[in-house]
């Protein structure tokens, strides 16, 4: 039953599915608040009436990263699992209602000061959980307190926002590499289109060169049946002077030694894959400023934002940084430059 429960847990919320839906085509399950979530923070400027998106839009599946499109019934147009629904209700129970209750008092974490106190509020200024009395009379009693379970809710749900917002920055770098193919893609297309038309263009020409050949040929055997000298002799000369036209070349251009080569247009991602591989949470230092300048820039890192900021591994490089770094599109040659040398 444990590997049924695991099965059974939202990966957002990391708690027993609420609502599930199906996110379409990957057939993952997400709670719909949390879809809801989701979207809203991948979709920060789309309309929203009473917290809930309405409008059509995108997001990625947390589990496999494949992209969700949305109708214009936003997340409430995904299909509701039943079969997980009707899953978790047997689950609770049979499962759970089985299972044998535990005391109450094993549950409540008791205060190891007042033995009989439960611990039911947070100290701010200590950030720890204490009880009442130690608020009252204890040590706690000149501190901040707020209840456990606003406390517990807000550091749960900063932990969603986190995952959200990490999602979110590398699906921002997704979208720069894509971006980055696409141009790169076009320009060998535009390279390869621009020689393909050329050597159609060549293609046509020397064609053209071939039938007019091929009809002076006809015309010379024709000529070489004629039994009359004299018209034999009258067509002859004017024959030598078309075949000797036509057999000069040099208005032909010949296409040039490896013109069908495309190897300029290769790339190397070895920086970018380490950039990649030292990806890592930013944190802040305290260190004083003119050690910050003194650092390697290998060692210093920059979020997704483009902001300045010391890695936790100090060896992050910037979203930025990582754009600037891939292979820039190369400038377009000249077709003269790639013009094949025409015969003498």
Known sequence: MDSLEKQLI??????????????????????????????QSSNPYLPTRGGSVTSGGRFRCPSCRHEVVLDRHG??????????????????????????????????PMCEI??????????????????????????????????????????????????SNVCEKFDHLYAILEDRKREMNLKVNAEQEEKLNYIRGLTRKYGDHLETMTKIMETGTQTLEEPEMAVFLQSSKPLFQKIAEASNTSHLERVERGYENMDLYSVSFKKECMALRNIDFARDDDDDDDDEEEEDEDDVG???????????????????????????????????????ATSS
């Open 114 to 163: 007042h033995e009989d106190e439960k611990i039911n509020i947070y100290c701010l200024t200590c950030s720890v959980p204490t009880c009442s009395m130690c608020k009252v009379f204890g040590s706690h009693k000149d501190c901040e307190v707020a209840p456990l379970n606003s406390i517990y809710q807000t550091q749960k749900e900063n932990g969603r926002r986190q995952k």
């Open 302 to 340: 920059i979020d997704v934002d483009g902001r300045a900021g010391q890695t936790a591994s100090g060896e992050a490089d910037s979203l930025g940084q990582l754009k600037e770094t891939l292979p820039p599109l190369l400038p377009s040659q000249t077709l003269s430059a790639r013009t094949p």
């Open 75 to 108: 997340v409430y147009g995904l299909q509701r699992n039943l079969l997980v629904e009707n899953i978790i209700d047997m689950y609770k129970q049979e499962y759970i209602s089985s299972r044998p209750s535990p005391e109450r008092k094993d549950d409540q």
């Open 10 to 39: 939202c990966p957002i919320c990391l708690e027993m599915f609420t609502k599930p839906v199906v996110i379409l085509p990957c057939q993952h399950n997400l709670c719909r608040k949390c879809a809801n979530d989701i979207f």
